[in-house]
Structures are given as structure tokens and as C-alpha cells.
């Protein structure tokens, strides 16, 4: 682990949205920050945007809610003063053609109906299981998009306010997740560049997950495997094997540090191919160590 | 009730993916994001050409390390881009490109408007460019629009195509709608009356909803939303007719949908999914990929080389045992993701199932594309 405090730098802001590639790990990273956070006594709300309900079964204890951008509209519709109509124009659809006429209003909304959340002062944290893939830019450039595209009303003013507090380092901070490697690695060096440039949020630390943290093995040729004969050709290749993805993993790293200027928090691999709460409870305890 | 084709009776064997390949002249990679659904797609290409046929594949991303491996200096772009594989075969060609979603759409307006003035209004309007760029779904309607396109190609036989990283197969299934749907909208017979001559656009006075929508998002906004619907009057035949020949393309005998897992939980079960609602359109899943899987290291078990570990750590030879407890650590990793992975492959138990080991370093030249090919293909 690259800096000294990795729990208290996570969490010195009321929001954290954590973002990446798909496959990189992110619903894993929101539920260890959580279990983290609340372990350490803080009051933690995560909060779930699209896909499959997945936080809760990990997090045993943890309020978690799941946020669509429907729910949201119509939600936001009803509390700005279109209480008659609101039901109708959502079942009518007409909230399809809403969307697509003012782009980024469904993003708006919801990370509207985050702020409302962080504004009801019931939580310490609040982890953000942020939209997958690259659409993380186009979620957090809602507000300021839109603030150039409307020029007045309802929609103008929770643009101002959401940017508000995407800007405010105090409220808000994004943590980009990656993996030590090739691909994941350019993606996150692309994407923390465009965030910084046109979002102008916080960038935390970033989290490489699944890093293999097992000690560097010994050349195996150097080793004695004594009159042990059966097996030892799998040895020798598994040992191959582990060693160059070691080297490839440290090259990985080593270019991310050296591209992005930004402090690095390493977890753990786990040797499981899907993770349960006692894993996000042992990667926790690593983050709080 | 579905309707089970011949490939998917218990009890055939499957067949393999080149079986499923030699029978395409559409291939559609799917499955959630990081799965190595791009690479896949092109190692998939690769080989076809070197089977002999004339092949384009399309990716979604710019892939830039993939077009590297292809040797194409510049990149991927929107236009095919032949790769020299003269080494490979004699015959067979490998295009590749890039999908370009806002010049597609433009190609598809500009071939349905009536003359130039009525496309270029609509590609000049603000909501046809939030559609052309924002709309979910508008890239699953692009890539399908640039598989039918190519599926016509004269330079091609086979059509290889990445679909986007969606969650739900239904959107690249249900893509050629997109657009249709929106003009079958409410909001469009709202807005539009019929009348002796055509269509006449309704004042937006006249509708209380949308003053209301006007009230939300500015009028500006509303009216570049109805010049938008003006200027699609009348096309909308062309675009219907449009997305059924692309829904009969998609559901042609020789369309084969090639599923790409990774042997994490969470692609595991995005890929049952994927498998569900394919199958719930009375698709079939040709052929299962499941890529980045550890090896196994031999025929051993884990308890055998951990066994030596605790043996070479009792002698004190701290070196073999951490050689031995490696062995034992990577076989656990394997039989944990085959366990994972048994769901899945009992779900696609029809489909030729491939699996792709964990190669240590990633796809970076056509040497590694090589060794991909030789465990997709035998």
C-alpha cells in the first residue's frame, strides 16, 4: 500500500464515486470502502445505479439503495411542481423523449437525488457504485453539459447545485479503479485525464484491484526439488507462470505511477473467482490497516 | 415455449468453433464488458481468413493495442482497412474497422431522406444529434445498421462484429427498432396531425404536456425537439422496412451469436443472463467462449502439491516450499473458477464451449493474436 492512511484519505469527503471499466472490480471496491468505513464506525449508505442488485448480499448490515434514473425523474417531476402530470408522463413515455431531448437529465437526477441524500445529514459516507464502462465521464458531465445546454427553470437551477457539489473536495471525490494490467491501465490513464479536465471533481486515490501481494518466488531453476521427480515439471511451469505475471503486474504499476500523478491503493487478490462478505470483510480490514 | 434448433438437443454433440465459423456469413460476439470480447472477435477473423474467407470484423472501441497487433499503424477507423496476413493465407483477406456511430446514422438519414435538404435538416438538429450520440441504444442501432451494410458488401463473405458492452443482449437484439420506436412515440402522433396533404405539426400551445415538458427543459430545447419530429415526417416507412431486413438478418440460419464469458462470478452470471434472453428470443447460443482461465498445471491435485509444501517447509527448505505452495495456490485458483464456470456450461450445454487459458501478458502483436487463435480453433 502506497500511502499511509488509505481509510481516512477515503474518507474525507461525504460522497465517494467510485468509477471504472467494466470487469475491473468496482462493485467489489464499493463494498470493501463500505465495510471499511463502517467498521470503523461510520454511518454508510452505498448506493447501487444500474445493473443487478449485487451490494447487499456483500454487505450483511450496510443500508444499501438501488437509484434508476425513471424512479428519479419521476421523483424529481412530482417535488418541482409537475405533482398532476407526473405519473402520466412517465407512463406515457414521454420521459424517453425528456431524456433524449436534454441528454445527461437522467444522470441529473440522480446524482440530484444523491445530493438530496447527503443533504439529509443521515450518513458519514456515502459510496457510490458509479455507472459502468466509459459512460462514468458522461455521468459526471451531466451537470455541467446541461448548464450550458438550458438556459433557465427547474432543471438549470439542479444542474448549478449538483455541479456545486461534484466541485466541492469537501463534499465529493471520484475514485477510479483498475487492474494491473495492460488494458485497464490505459483506460484508467484516459479517463482520469478527461475527468480532471471537464468534470473538475476530486480525484481520490486510485485503487488497483487484484494485485498479487504473495511474496516474489524463487527462480525455480535455482531450486533443489531433491529426488522429487513426478509434478515437478508443473511446478516449474506454474512457478514460470507466476513469476511473469508478477513482472508484467509491477510494469503495469509502474507505468500507472508513472502516468497519473495520484497516490495508489493496492487490494489484495483473493484466490476465489467471486468474492463473499467474508472476503470484502478481509480486503476491509487490509484497507484499514 | 422455446423451440430448441438441432444443435441444441441433449444428447448431439456439439460441434466446434470452427464447425460454427465454416457456417456463418454473420457472427456476433456478445457478453458484458472486460471479457475480451474484442480481441476475441479478431483472433475469430484471423483464423476465418486463414480458412480461406474474405472477412471484415468490427469493433465497438478503438482497440488501440489490437490495431496494433494487426499492424495497422493508424488505427482502427470508420471505413474497412485490409490487414496484410499474406503469410497467413493465400486467399483468405482480414479487413477490420471501427464502429463510427455518429457518421453511420448520418449514412442511414442520408439514405432514407428524400433529397439532401430534408437530411440535412435533420442531421442539423440539436435532438438528432443528442440521438445520434446519447441515446442508449443508438450505438447497438449503429453496429446492427453496419453489419447489414456489410453483410451486402461484395468484399466480403463473412461479417465478424463486437457488440457494445451492454448489460442486456436485448439491446443489440432489439436495436434495429430504436428508431422506429421513437417515431411510433406518443409524443410524435402528439405532435403530428394527419391531414389531406401529409402531416402538419400541432402548436405546442395546444398541448398542456408539452407546456409541461417545455417548463422542464426549456422551450429551445422543445422546439429543436419538434423541428426534429417535423423533419422525420414521412421517412418513417423507409426506416421501418430498414429495421426489419436487419431483424431478418439477425435471425438468419446463417447468423451464429458466439458468447464470451471470463471465469469471474459476476461475468459468469452476466453471461447466464445474456444466454437467458438470447434464448428468449429464440436465439441460440452457437458457440461459448470463456477466456482468460487459469491452467491447471497438470493432472495433479491441489492437496498433492500442498503436501509437498508442508513437507519441503518441515525440512526447512523455505525455496521448494514456496515453489510447491505456488503449484497448490494456481491449481485452487483453476478448480475454483471451473466450479464457478460449471452453471454457465450446463446452461449452453449445446454450443460449442472453447476455453481460452490466462495467457501471462496481454494480446500485443500478431504472434500472441497466434496463440489465441490456436486455443479458440484446436
Known amino acids: ?289 | 415455449m422455446i423451440t430448441h434448433r438441432s444443435g441444441d438437443t441433449p444428447g448431439t454433440t456439439p460441434k466446434s468453433l470452427a464447425d460454427v465459423v465454416d457456417g456463418a456469413d454473420v457472427l456476433v460476439c456478445c457478453g458484458s464488458g472486460g471479457v475480451g470480447k474484442t480481441t476475441t472477435a479478431a483472433v475469430i477473423g484471423m483464423e476465418a481468413a486463414r480458412r480461406g474467407r474474405r472477412v471484415v470484423v468490427v469493433t465497438i472501441d478503438p482497440a488501440r493495442r489490437l490495431a496494433d497487433a494487426l499492424g495497422l499503424v493508424d488505427g482502427l477507423t470508420g471505413d474497412p482497412q485490409q490487414v496484410s496476413i499474406e503469410n497467413v493465407s493465400p486467399t483468405g483477406e482480414l479487413w477490420a474497422m471501427m464502429l463510427d456511430t455518429p457518421a453511420m446514422f448520418e449514412r442511414v438519414v442520408r439514405a432514407n431522406a428524400p433529397d439532401a435538404a430534408q437530411a440535412d435538416r435533420i442531421v442539423e438538429n440539436r435532438f438528432y444529434r443528442n440521438i445520434s450520440s446519447a441515446l442508449s441504444g443508438t450505438q447497438e442501432y449503429m453496429a446492427s445498421e453496419a453489419l447489414h451494410e456489410l453483410h451486402g458488401d461484395e468484399r466480403f463473405d463473412l461479417v465478424v462484429v463486437d457488440t457494445p458492452p451492454s448489460r442486456n443482449a436485448l439491446d443489440f437484439l432489439e436495436a434495429p427498432g430504436v428508431l422506429t420506436r421513437f417515431l411510433d412515440h406518443k409524443l410524435f402522433k402528439l405532435l403530428m396531425m394527419p391531414t389531406r396533404t401529409g402531416f402538419k405539426v400541432l402548436s405546442i400551445a395546444t398541448q398542456p404536456i408539452l407546456r409541461a415538458i417545455g417548463r422542464v427543459v426549456g422551450s429551445d430545447v422543445l422546439a429543436d425537439t419538434v423541428a426534429f419530429f417535423q423533419a422525420f415526417a414521412g421517412m418513417d416507412v423507409g426506416f421501418r422496412q430498414r429495421a426489419e431486413a436487419v431483424t431478418a438478418l439477425l435471425r438468419a440460419d446463417t447468423t451464429r451469436f458466439v458468447l464470451v464469458a471470463s471465469p469471474q462470478r459476476d461475468a459468469i452470471t452476466e453471461a447466464s443472463w445474456f444466454a437467458d434472453q438470447l434464448a428468449s428470443q429464440g436465439f441460440d447460443v452457437h458457440a461459448t467462449v470463456v477466456n482468460r482461465l487459469h491452467p491447471r498445471f497438470g493432472a495433479g491435485s491441489v492437496s498433492d502439491a500442498s503436501q509437498r509444501a508442508m513437507t519441503a517447509t518441515e525440512r526447512g527448505n523455505a525455496e521448494l516450499a514456496a515453489v510447491w505452495a505456488n503449484l497448490a495456490a494456481l491449481r485452487a485458483i483453476a478448480a475454483a473458477e471451473r466450479a464457478e464456470l460449471e452453471p454457465l456450461l450446463s446452461r449452453v450445454h449445446g454450443s460449442a464451449v472453447v476455453e481460452v487459458p490466462l495467457l501471462p501478458s496481454d494480446v500485443h502483436d500478431v504472434d500472441a493474436l497466434d496463440v489465441l487463435a490456436r486455443h479458440l480453433f484446436g
Request: proline share 5%; glycine share 8%; charged share 25%.
Open chain 1, 1 to 289: 500500500m502506497s500511502n499511509v492512511n488509505p481509510l481516512a484519505d477515503l474518507t474525507s469527503s461525504n460522497i465517494v464515486i467510485v468509477a471504472g471499466k467494466g470487469g475491473v472490480g468496482k462493485t467489489t471496491v464499493t463494498a470493501v470502502l463500505a465495510r471499511a468505513a463502517a467498521d470503523a464506525g461510520q454511518r454508510v449508505l452505498v448506493i447501487e445505479l444500474d445493473g443487478k442488485p449485487a451490494l447487499a448480499e456483500l454487505l450483511p448490515g450496510i443500508d444499501v439503495r438501488h437509484i434508476s434514473a425513471a424512479d428519479s425523474l419521476e421523483e424529481y417531476l412530482y417535488e418541482h411542481g409537475f405533482k398532476r402530470i407526473a405519473k402520466r408522463l412517465a407512463a406515457t413515455g414521454v420521459i424517453d423523449v425528456i431524456g433524449t431531448a436534454a441528454p445527461g437529465i437522467d444522470d441529473l437526477v440522480v446524482l440530484g437525488k444523491i445530493k438530496q441524500l447527503e443533504r439529509a445529514n443521515q450518513w458519514d459516507l456515502i459510496v457510490v457504485d458509479g455507472p459502468a464502462a466509459g459512460h462514468a465521464i458522461t455521468f459526471l458531465t451531466a451537470a455541467s453539459g446541461l448548464l450550458d445546454a438550458v438556459r433557465g427553470g427547474p432543471v438549470r437551477e439542479q444542474a448549478q447545485d449538483v455541479l456545486d457539489m461534484l466541485r466541492d473536495t469537501e463534499r465529493c471525490q471520484a475514485l477510479l479503479v483498475t487492474l494491473p494490467e495492460a488494458t485497464p491501465v490505459n483506460e484508467l490513464i484516459e479517463t482520469s485525464f478527461a475527468i480532471e479536465e471537464r468534470v473538475g471533481v476530486r480525484l481520490g486515490p486510485i485503487v488497483v484491484n487484484r494485485v498479487d501481494t504473495t511474496a516474489p518466488l524463487p527462480d525455480p531453476h535455482d531450486v533443489d526439488f531433491g529426488r522429487a521427480r513426478v509434478q515437478v515439471d508443473d511446478a516449474l511451469a506454474a512457478a514460470a507462470f507466476r513469476r511473469t505475471q508478477l513482472e508484467v503486474q509491477a510494469h503495469e504499476i509502474d507505468r500507472l505511477s508513472a502516468a497519473v500523478p495520484l497516490a495508489q491503493i493496492h487490494l489484495s487478490a483473493r484466490p476465489v473467482a467471486g468474492l463473499t462478505p467474508d472476503d470484502i470483510a478481509i480486503l476491509a480490514a487490509e484497507l484499514a490497516r
